[in-house]
């Protein structure tokens, strides 16, 4: 855990947020800024800055933040109309917060990938 760190401080208790679903390894929680009409984070608890670190890091551990993906997909009715799993990697992708996290979107139309 970093102590500067917005979701290891949610992680340990200290920041209230809407859980969806949660292992023994990963959290999931409702964006307060959705960009979806479903739009959760998926997180492990463990502090990894980004998805190449946790990839080379903990293999094993990313694989279990996807598993989480989809369980949460499935908890919130995604499957059948399509959703999308985000991971933004640096400042320039739009990365705010350095604690490795998917985003789940769906629950509507969610339009192109990237802004023309």
Request: glycine share 10%; charged share 15%; net charge negative.
């Amino acid at each position: 855990m970093t102590s500067d760190c917005l979701f290891c401080r949610i992680v340990a208790g200290e920041i209230p947020a809407t859980v969806v679903h949660e292992t023994d390894t990963t959290l999931a929680f409702r964006d307060i800024a959705p960009k979806a009409p479903v739009h959760v984070l998926v997180i492990p608890k463990a502090h990894h800055t980004d998805v190449v670190e946790i990839a080379k890091a903990d293999p094993a551990l990313a694989g279990q933040v996807l598993a989480a993906c989809a369980a949460v997909a499935e908890a919130e009715g995604l499957p059948e109309g399509g959703f999308r799993v985000i991971f933004n990697v640096g400042r320039n992708a739009g990365q705010e917060v350095f604690h490795v996290h998917a985003h789940v979107l769906g629950g509507g139309p969610l339009g192109p990938m990237v802004a023309a």
